[in-house]
Nanobody, 124 residues
Framework: QVQLVETGGGLVQAGGSLRLSCAAS????????MGWFRQAPGKERECVAA????????YYADSVKGRFTISRDNAKNTVYLQMNNLKPEDTAVYYC?????????????????WGQGTQVTVSS
């Protein structure tokens, strides 16, 4: 089993940056595809970034491409989402998730483990 805890959310002005952290316990996440999802009020949960470190690729939603980066720190067993040039439309609860696949997947039902979420609010 994998347990995930997100931190790093908060309030930031448009154009600012935040780095979200996802601390993982349990099996090493090299086995899993790791994803970052977000859910804004009145909208469905969407995948904004996902990566499998076995070499099968990276996904970024068009809305965040070029601004967000997913990365990892094996020593800390942590996955990060670096968010730059934030926009008000990025406001959402952000979730870290792990999928038991060796390829990148981007739909919510394919993910087996979820963090509790962290709020990101971007003001104009």
């Amino acid at each position: 089993q994998v347990q995930l805890v997100e931190t790093g959310g908060g309030l930031v002005q448009a154009g600012g940056s935040l780095r979200l952290s996802c601390a993982a316990s349990g099996p090493t996440f090299s086995r899993y595809t790791m994803g970052w999802f977000r859910q804004a009020p009145g909208k469905e949960r969407e995948c904004v970034a996902a990566h499998n470190w076995s070499g099968y690729g990276t996904y970024y939603a068009d809305s965040v491409k070029g601004r967000f980066t997913i990365s990892r720190d094996n020593a800390k067993n942590t996955v990060y989402l670096q968010m730059n040039n934030l926009k008000p439309e990025d406001t959402a609860v952000y979730y870290c998730a792990a999928a038991d696949y060796s390829i990148v997947v981007v739909t919510t039902h394919e993910y087996d483990y979820w963090g509790q979420g962290t709020q990101v609010t971007v003001s104009s």
